[in-house]
Structures are given as structure tokens and as C-alpha cells.
Antibody
Framework: QVQLVESGGGLVEPGGSLRLSCAAS????????VNWIRQAPGKGLEWVSY????????KYADSVKGRFTLSWDNAKTSLFLQMNSLRAEDTAVYYC?????????????WGQGALVTVSS | DIVMTQSPLSLPVTPGEPASISCRSS???????????LHWYLQKPGQSPQLLIY???NRASGVPDRFSGSGSGTDFTLKISRVEAEDVGVYYC?????????FGGGTKVEMK
């Protein structure tokens, strides 16, 4: 089955850290950018960040810049989103999505989402 | 940042009837390479979003031909020629011209 699978979500206190993972199953990240998009409860979609397949470039939304960091595993089959200094407003379902148009936002595969709750 | 504005917010539809959603961007989405980076996504209830239309008018793989996209510059439209029950959900337009990539606020399509 072709899919993206996120993991690592959970409950964390404000100021805490969490690391999300996005793994590809029967799907390649070659020639792709991989993005994170989040959705706060009952709200719309917000783009968070992307990384190139080589890992040579990353972009972040201003709302997470300096707090979130993207990285690949050595095999480039799993992507990690390290989230530090978490705030209540970071509470959301986080989706990873593949973009074969290299940064132009054509997300052809999405994961099922990982819920991150920031609360004391 | 490019602001994406959708209308209407809510769209009650009758099965078999047509439906239309508008999307406007705060600046032109035409790239110097000739592509216009406007895409449409559908989030069905309880599901992840899925790609419907990319580059204004190209249907994604598996998308029925009752869905069509049109527009240019800053004004775009998604049309459903004959709505079916499975089309309910929230439709989002999104610009891919520049980061931050931005989505419209969404249009909730529901059956009357």
C-alpha cells in the first residue's frame, strides 16, 4: 500500500519539545519536496515547512521559524520535524505531504496526520 | 504573504446539480515560467486532504471529470458539473507560487 505515515504526536506542556516522523511506504521521496501542513482543531490548513529530497534546502513559516527543524534519516526514507519551545497555538494535526513539483505545492500524497496537543 | 480568499464559506448543494467555488489571490499567481500555481484540495469528513486540481485546471489522478478548474491571474473557479453525495467536504484553494504557501479559508460543501 502506497502511503505516508506520521508518528510521534502526543501531549506536551508549553515550552516542551516533540519530534514527529514521516515515513514513506511503497513511495519514493526522490525528486520531491516533503512538506508539513497543520490543521488546528476546527480550523483550516496552514503550511508549516518543507525540505528538499537532498536536504540541501528547507523553508519554514514565520510562525515556527527558529523553533522547528527538519531533517532526514540517512536513507532519506523518513523525515523528522523537531518541534521545540512549543506553544498552545501549535496544537494541531500535523500532516506530511509529498510535492513532486519541487516546492510549488502540488501535494499528491498525504499522511493520515499526527495530533500534537500543547497544554499544561 | 499571498492572501487567498474563497467564497462562499458554505455551499449547500443538491445531488445532480452544479456547484461552483471562487478563489481570489492577493497577487497574480502567474510565474515567469508560464505556469500559474493555483491548486485545489478536498478534505472529506474525517480524512486527510487530497489533491483535486493542480496548476489551475489539471485534474489529479483518479479525480472524476465532473470536477474542473479555471481562471487566471488572481481569480479562479472550481466547478462540479453534477454534485454527488461523495463530494461533500471542505474545499481549499492554495497558492504554490511563493513561500509561505498559503491556503484559502475553505468552502464547506454539504448536501441540502
Amino acid at each position: 500500500q502506497v502511503q505516508l505515515v506520521e508518528s510521534g504526536g502526543g501531549l506536551v506542556e508549553p515550552g516542551g519539545s516533540l519530534r514527529l516522523s514521516c515515513a514513506a511506504s511503497n513511495l519514493s521521496f526522490r525528486d520531491s519536496y516533503v512538506n508539513w501542513i497543520r490543521q488546528a482543531p476546527g480550523k483550516g490548513l496552514e503550511w508549516v515547512s518543507y525540505i528538499t529530497d537532498s536536504g540541501s534546502a528547507m523553508k519554514y513559516a514565520d510562525s515556527v521559524k527558529g523553533r522547528f527543524t527538519l531533517s532526514w534519516d540517512n536513507a532519506k526514507t523518513s523525515l523528522f520535524l523537531q518541534m521545540n519551545s512549543l506553544r498552545a497555538e501549535d496544537t494541531a494535526v500535523y500532516y506530511c505531504a509529498r510535492d513532486r513539483r519541487r516546492g510549488y505545492g502540488v501535494f499528491d500524497y498525504w499522511g493520515q496526520g499526527a495530533l500534537v496537543t500543547v497544554s499544561s | 504573504d499571498i492572501v487567498m480568499t474563497q467564497s462562499p464559506l458554505s455551499l449547500p448543494v443538491t445531488p445532480g446539480e452544479p456547484a461552483s467555488i471562487s478563489c481570489r489571490s492577493s497577487q497574480s499567481l502567474l510565474h515567469s515560467n508560464g505556469n500559474t500555481y493555483l491548486h485545489w484540495y478536498l478534505q472529506k469528513p474525517g480524512q486527510s486532504p487530497q489533491l483535486l486540481i493542480y496548476l489551475v485546471s489539471n485534474r489529479a489522478s483518479g479525480v472524476p471529470d465532473r470536477f474542473s478548474g479555471s481562471g487566471s491571474g488572481t481569480d479562479f473557479t472550481l466547478k462540479i458539473s453534477r454534485v454527488e453525495a461523495e463530494d461533500v467536504g471542505v474545499y481549499y484553494c492554495m497558492q504554490g507560487l511563493q513561500t509561505p504557501l498559503t491556503f484559502g479559508g475553505g468552502t464547506k460543501v454539504e448536501m441540502k
